[in-house]
């Protein structure tokens, strides 16, 4: 194969380019660009597509592009997926600097009410991302690419680990099934990705050779930052499993359902009222709260019902769950607005969290709020309660200054 290529064309194609590799004996690098931008940008994009070829180890190629306002993490993955494509053995991979606004890390327990998820080909969705306040975002290898673009998809989402400013939202990608999504590994974990989604989960065993691999990659790198895991249970025996795959290594933070793929697996048809779906979703939410991890709910699917959405999140909230999936970013606000704590619900729980500690201090045994004893689990629901309001921006961290009326 003598050529490769790479991107998308055409006049209704935006933040993208198509890319052509074609190899040659002699001539050294000759470029043919059309750009929309190329007033602005024009020597920009043939500097960009220069250094690439140096670095890819091209000595004589002729590369065609058609860009349709391409940012530079686009464009260095789109060449160097078509120099692959056109069977070029490539001297090192095609990075640019990693920017300073993606070297942020994450922890356990920080919220993960919403997840946007990103089709992991499509960058004309990654650069506004972070602006709508997604806790996550998903850069997905899996369901959303077509299996002939897995490995631009890569590349791509590679590049914008490196490139694209998501606000502090956790940079979270759902790799692939088995061997491919080991694979996904290589791409994606020397790039500060905080959180990997291991898709259609039925045994523990998956988890844990997930993680080996990225502890594998890490120690070769001398990389220190943890990379969290979230299997996400769609199938009958995942269902089966939840438990143990929630508790299959440490680096498990969260377990999520997936609907689509369960439903099919036992031959129902998915519905608004779930009935067909609720013991699977008691199972991860179960199995997650027994290992001490974040239950996570599946997504849902009609992006023009914000009150059936926000009737789902608060349904999954009073069954435990706390989080959703988001596949559209008019979602997020809906869901965040629903998984938070009402007035009437933060006003009870701070009545509660301050008799507990004015009987603490008392040296008491018994906690009461007015003629009601309250037991520990009670108190313990309060607390979270209270700390949730004050991540989410309904309680001042100060509060107790200004204490209700007992």
Same mark, same amino acid.
């Given at each position: 194969?003598?050529?490769?290529?790479?991107?998308?064309?055409?006049?209704?194609?935006?933040?993208?380019?198509?890319?052509?590799?074609?190899?040659? /004996?002699?001539?050294?690098?000759?470029?043919?660009?059309?750009?929309?931008?190329?007033?602005?940008? $024009?020597?920009? =994009?043939?500097?960009?597509?220069?250094?690439?070829?140096?670095?890819?180890?091209?000595?004589?190629?002729?590369?065609?592009?058609?860009?349709?306002?391409?940012?530079?993490?686009?464009?260095?993955?789109?060449?160097?997926?078509?120099?692959?494509?056109?069977?070029?053995?490539?001297?090192?991979?095609?990075?640019?600097?990693?920017?300073?606004?993606?070297? @942020?890390?994450?922890?356990?327990?920080?919220?993960?009410?919403?997840?946007? @998820?990103?089709?992991?080909?499509?960058?004309?969705?990654?650069?506004?991302?972070?602006?709508?306040?997604?806790?996550?975002?998903?850069?997905?290898?899996?369901?959303?690419?077509?299996?002939?673009?897995?490995?631009?998809?890569?590349?791509?989402?590679?590049?914008?680990?490196?490139?694209? /400013?998501? @606000?502090?939202?956790?940079?979270?990608?759902?790799?692939?099934?088995?061997?491919?999504?080991?694979?996904?590994?290589?791409?994606?974990?020397?790039?500060?990705?905080?959180?990997?989604?291991?898709? !259609?989960?039925?045994?523990?065993?998956?988890?844990?050779?997930? /993680?080996?691999?990225?502890?594998?990659?890490?120690?070769?790198?001398?990389?220190?930052?943890?990379?969290?895991?979230?299997?996400?249970?769609?199938?009958?025996?995942?269902?089966?499993?939840?438990?143990?795959?929630?508790?299959?290594?440490?680096?498990?933070?969260?377990?999520?359902?997936?609907?689509?793929?369960?439903?099919?697996?036992?031959?129902?048809?998915?519905?608004?009222?779930?009935?067909? *779906?609720?013991?699977?979703?008691?199972?991860?939410?179960? $199995?997650?709260?027994?290992?001490?991890?974040?239950? =996570?709910?599946?997504?849902? *699917?009609?992006?023009?019902?914000?009150?059936?959405?926000?009737?789902?999140?608060?349904?999954?909230?009073?069954?435990?769950? +706390?989080?959703?999936?988001?596949?559209?970013?008019?979602? =997020? *606000?809906? +869901?965040?607005?629903?998984?938070?704590?009402?007035?009437?619900?933060?006003?009870?729980?701070?009545?509660?969290?301050?008799?507990?500690?004015?009987?603490?201090? !008392?040296?008491?045994?018994?906690?009461?709020?007015? *003629? !009601?004893?309250?037991?520990?689990?009670?108190?313990?629901?309060?607390?979270?309660?209270?700390?949730?309001?004050?991540?989410? $921006?309904?309680?001042?961290?100060?509060?107790?200054?200004?204490?209700?009326?007992?």
């Amino acid at each position: 194969m003598t050529s490769g290529e790479a991107g998308k064309r055409g006049p209704k194609v935006r933040s993208d380019c198509w890319i052509q590799w074609e190899r040659r /004996d002699s001539g050294g690098v000759a470029i043919d660009l059309t750009s929309k931008v190329d007033g602005m940008y $024009g020597e920009s =994009i043939i500097a960009l597509i220069e250094e690439g070829c140096r670095t890819l180890g091209a000595d004589h190629v002729r590369i065609t592009v058609e860009d349709q306002g391409a940012l530079p993490f686009t464009l260095a993955a789109r060449l160097e997926t078509a120099a692959r494509r056109a069977g070029h053995a490539v001297a090192e991979e095609f990075l640019l600097p990693m920017s300073g606004r993606g070297t @942020y890390g994450s922890d356990r327990d920080r919220l993960r009410r919403s997840r946007l @998820y990103l089709p992991g080909n499509e960058p004309k969705f990654y650069v506004n991302a972070g602006l709508h306040n997604p806790d996550g975002v998903i850069l997905d290898l899996e369901d959303s690419v077509a299996p002939t673009e897995k490995d631009a998809a890569r590349a791509l989402v590679r590049n914008a680990l490196r490139a694209v /400013d998501f @606000y502090g939202a956790e940079r979270m990608v759902r790799i692939n099934q088995g061997e491919p999504g080991l694979e996904d590994l290589e791409w994606i974990v020397p790039h500060n990705v905080n959180l990997v989604l291991i898709p !259609k989960v039925e045994d523990p065993q998956q988890v844990v050779e997930v /993680d080996r691999r990225i502890a594998a990659i890490n120690q070769k790198l001398g990389l220190k930052n943890p990379v969290f895991l979230m299997p996400i249970v769609e199938s009958a025996l995942g269902a089966w499993r939840a438990y143990e795959i929630a508790a299959a290594c440490p680096n498990v933070v969260g377990l999520a359902i997936g609907l689509e793929d369960y439903t099919a697996d036992i031959g129902a048809q998915r519905t608004l009222e779930g009935t067909e *779906s609720f013991w699977a979703r008691a199972q991860v939410l179960n $199995g997650a709260k027994a290992a001490h991890v974040q239950p =996570i709910d599946t997504v849902f *699917s009609d992006v023009t019902d914000m009150d059936g959405l926000a009737a789902s999140v608060r349904e999954a909230k009073g069954l435990g769950f +706390v989080g959703k999936g988001c596949i559209h970013p008019r979602q =997020i *606000s809906v +869901v965040h607005d629903a998984f938070a704590p009402g007035e009437a619900e933060i006003d009870r729980a701070r009545k509660i969290v301050l008799a507990f500690e004015e009987a603490e201090a !008392k040296g008491l045994g018994v906690v009461s709020l007015g *003629s !009601k004893m309250i037991d520990a689990p009670v108190v313990k629901r309060a607390v979270t309660t209270v700390e949730t309001a004050i991540r989410v $921006g309904r309680l001042d961290a100060d509060w107790r200054e200004e204490r209700p009326p007992v």
